[in-house]
């Protein structure tokens, strides 16, 4: 049985950074692009970056390069998302999730490439 389950998200003030972490279970962890995705009330679900199986490519989204790092460690079979310089509307609902569609070593921006899903992580920024 697959499992990803976030955490880290939490109430943070406008400037400050918050790190996420995905622990994944069930799965072949480095078989698996790793991808972050988040929603705020109200608005479309948004890609917001990935990592390769590797963990040797990554890819952001628009909003947020620059001011985000995914990384991973396949020893602990966990994904991390960092985001500094955090603003108000970096609030939602951070998702992560795994891909090994056509591979371990490919950068998936579309969430209908993503086979599992974690639950969610709510990251609220207060201004």
């Known amino acids: 049985q697959v499992q990803l389950v976030e955490s880290g998200g939490g109430l943070v003030q406008a400037g400050g950074s918050l790190r996420l972490s995905c622990a994944a279970s069930?799965?072949?962890?480095?078989?698996?692009?790793m991808g972050w995705f988040r929603q705020a009330p109200g608005k479309v679900r948004e890609f917001v970056g990935c990592?390769?199986?590797?963990?040797?490519?990554?890819y952001y989204g628009a909003t947020v390069k620059g001011r985000c790092a995914i990384s991973r460690d396949n020893a602990k079979n966990t994904a991390y998302l960092q985001i500094d310089n955090l603003r108000p509307e970096d609030t939602a609902a951070y998702y992560c999730?795994?891909?090994?569609?056509?591979?371990?070593?490919?950068?998936?921006?579309?969430?209908?490439?993503?086979?599992?899903w974690g639950q969610g992580t709510q990251v609220t920024v207060s201004s």
């Open positions: 990592v390769t199986g590797s963990g040797s490519r990554t």
């Open positions: 999730a795994a891909s090994n569609r056509f591979g371990s070593d490919f950068i998936h921006l579309s969430e209908k490439d993503y086979n599992y």
């Open positions: 069930g799965v072949i962890f480095s078989s698996y692009t």
